[in-house]
């Protein structure tokens, strides 16, 4: 371990600290990320119930069958856009608690964040604006359609799985642009791909299991 991150470590809340030393040792070694997941109240993004297992390495229910996904898994994804993204402007598609969602608005001069689940987007807007982020846009809707406005993201992430990556979503990423999503397959995993024109290159991959990506009427 690095002297910054042995640091880092040593000046984390009792709480988190754990949770970094374990980031840690499955390498996961950018300082600022840590940092920031260090400083963030994650027992804040879960429910109550659950507050006291907030910063342990497994998922937790945030309300609606929705979960928060494990502290590694945001790490890999958040560390993938870091190393391949332009960080501009980032589309995500599940803003369920709103916690991967402050990570990217941190790194990334805009954040677009979808959310169907009414509740779940009211919560997560009024918790990420409390929190000081002032470059995140919501909307409460169907993440098969995209962003209404068809802006054009540097980077793609869904938080929730599906068979094959919707079209809306694969129209709006610029060239050479990024998207992360988890993909249900013979062996279900979140993938990260690059896009080069009509073809589209695999950079890192990774098993894991996440609440599927629905589609329709969005809850009111």
Request: glycine content about 6%; overall charge neutral; hydrophobic content about 40%.
């Amino acid at each position: 371990m690095s002297m910054a991150l042995d640091e880092l470590l040593k000046r984390s809340q009792p709480r988190s600290s754990q949770m970094l030393e374990h980031l840690m040792c499955e390498g996961v070694e950018h300082a600022e990320l840590l940092e920031l997941m260090g400083r963030l109240p994650r027992h804040e993004f879960v429910e109550p119930a659950f507050s006291h297992l907030a910063y342990s390495p497994t998922p937790l229910p945030i309300g609606r069958s929705q979960t928060i996904s494990q502290p590694l898994t945001v790490a890999k994804m958040t560390m993938w856009l870091l190393s391949y993204a332009r960080l501009g402007r980032v589309l995500e598609v599940g803003t369920g608690s709103g916690y991967q969602t402050c990570l990217l608005a941190h790194f990334f001069n805009k954040v677009h964040t979808i959310e169907r689940q009414k509740s779940l987007y009211l919560q997560a807007q009024t918790r990420i604006r409390s929190m000081g982020f002032n470059n995140v846009e919501f909307l409460h809707g169907d993440g098969h359609l995209g962003w209404p406005q068809k802006v054009q993201m540097d980077a793609i992430i869904v938080t929730a799985m599906a068979s094959k990556v919707p079209v809306a979503l694969t129209d709006m990423l610029k060239e050479d642009g990024i998207l992360i999503m988890p993909i249900a397959d013979e062996v279900p995993s979140i993938g990260c791909w690059q896009r080069m024109g009509d073809k589209w290159k695999r950079l890192e991959s990774t098993p894991a299991q996440f609440v599927p990506l629905l589609e329709g009427k969005v809850d009111a």
